[in-house]
């Protein structure tokens, strides 16, 4: 009774430290996934006129979470709006309009972000485990040093693989895609084309004989329409990442950066 209760002590110290000390332990031997990280970059990002108005208007059409993320971004691109220099406006005839889309938020992948002085501590967390249980267990004699000391390797063991776990590095992906439509005077006419092509077939075996048919179907559309704002499209890729980030601290890091990156596109 008395070794397990050594070994139970032992094995809870361990796995506590595993646990509660990766972070920790990450961030006093220099590993910078310590801390949490974020990158953003724009994707096919065009050139617009500056407005000619002394107070640049948005109208900003509501935010569209397209792949049902449970986020609402609006606070952000109002912050972005505001921040560029623009006034809100409730008028589809503002200087812009914006809209906002979710194409994609959740967690990418997960990596192995152990330093070496970590990864050394995992190495050695078994062989300490080893005497740490073969020292509880001397006051019983030699039956207690080598049962102490199985007991002891077996938690260090344990300790070592949470370590190892809890010092994974997950990595979350945010793709948000801004449409800004600059307001052209006097209006402009648009013309769009779509051009739809199928083709279906079938085969059929009749008194030994087969045969087939073939249909292609063709269809060719063209729309003129008068429009007053130029559509402009931006792609925001973001990523976050930490050792056994969460959602909630992906989005800590990630939300408080938006605002910067989305006025950065605004002329």
């Not at 109002?78 to 809100?88: L, M, N």
């Not at 559309?221 to 930490?242: D, G, P, W």
Request: hydrophobic fraction near 40%; charged fraction near 20%; glycine fraction near 10%.
């Amino acid at each position: 009774m008395k070794l397990t209760s050594q070994a139970l002590v032992s094995f809870s110290a361990a796995f506590a430290a595993g646990l509660l000390g990766c972070r920790a332990t990450a961030g006093l031997v220099g590993n910078e996934y310590a801390d949490p990280q974020a990158k953003m970059e724009w994707i096919a990002r065009p050139e617009l006129d500056l407005p000619r108005s002394d107070h640049p208007t948005v109208f900003i059409r509501p935010f569209k979470d397209a792949v049902g993320a449970g986020l609402d971004l609006t606070d952000q691109i109002r912050q972005a709006v505001v921040g560029a220099g623009y006034e809100i406006s409730d008028s589809r005839d503002a200087d812009f309009q914006l809209v906002a889309t979710l194409r994609h938020f959740d967690k990418a992948k997960s990596f192995d972000g152990g330093e070496s002085a970590m990864k050394a501590v995992q190495a050695v967390a078994p062989i300490v485990g080893t005497i740490g249980g073969a020292y509880a267990g001397s006051g019983a004699g030699t039956v207690g040093i080598i049962g102490g000391a199985v007991a002891g390797g077996i938690m260090g063991s344990v300790a070592s693989a949470a370590m190892e776990n809890f010092s994974k590095v997950y990595e979350w992906d945010l793709i948000l895609d801004i449409e800004l439509n600059e307001r052209v005077e006097g209006g402009f006419i648009e013309t769009r084309s779509r051009d739809e092509s199928a083709t279906s077939g079938s085969n059929a075996v009749h008194g030994g004989e087969s045969g087939g048919r073939t249909t292609n179907d063709h269809r060719q559309a063209e729309i003129t329409k008068e429009q007053s704002h130029l559509r402009n499209t931006f792609r925001l890729v973001a990523c976050a990442y930490q050792m056994r980030m969460t959602r909630e601290e992906a989005l800590s890091s990630l939300l408080p950066r938006l605002p910067n990156s989305v006025s950065s596109v605004m002329p």
